[in-house]
Nanobody, 115 residues
Framework: QVQLVESGGGLVQPGGSLRLSCAASGSIFRFNVMGWYRQAPGKQRELVASITDGGGTNYADSVKGRATISRDNAKNTVYLQMNSLKPEDTAVYYC?????????WGQGIQVTVSS
């Protein structure tokens, strides 16, 4: 069984930064895609950023230039560094793993950007 555990969320002031982490455990295939999605109240879940096992990245337009996704394959961990945070970044952030054709989600972690 695959488990994803997120950490690093919380309350941040506008203009601030935070770093989210997601550690995957279980039967992790070598070739996979890890990513971060977010869901704000009343809105659909949306992609923030994703990264392949080879390091290829994809970002939502709304976070380009402010977010950096990275991963440590040895630890099966993905990170999301977000800078210049805005109130509209407030959402529950979910880690996602595409592993051997199956999709797994973390439990979600709250990020609130407010003064």
């Amino acid at each position: 069984q695959v488990q994803l555990v997120e950490s690093g969320g919380g309350l941040v002031q506008p203009g601030g930064s935070l770093r989210l982490s997601c550690a995957a455990s279980g039967s992790i295939f070598r070739f996979n895609v890890m990513g971060w999605y977010r869901q704000a109240p009343g809105k659909q879940r949306e992609l923030v950023a994703s990264i392949t096992d080879g390091g290829g990245t994809n970002y939502a337009d709304s976070v380009k230039g402010r977010a950096t996704i990275s991963r440590d394959n040895a630890k099966n961990t993905v990170y999301l560094q977000m800078n210049s945070l805005k109130p509209e970044d407030t959402a529950v952030y979910y880690c996602r793993l595409l592993n051997f054709g199956s999709i797994y989600w973390g439990q979600g972690i709250q990020v609130t950007v407010s003064s």
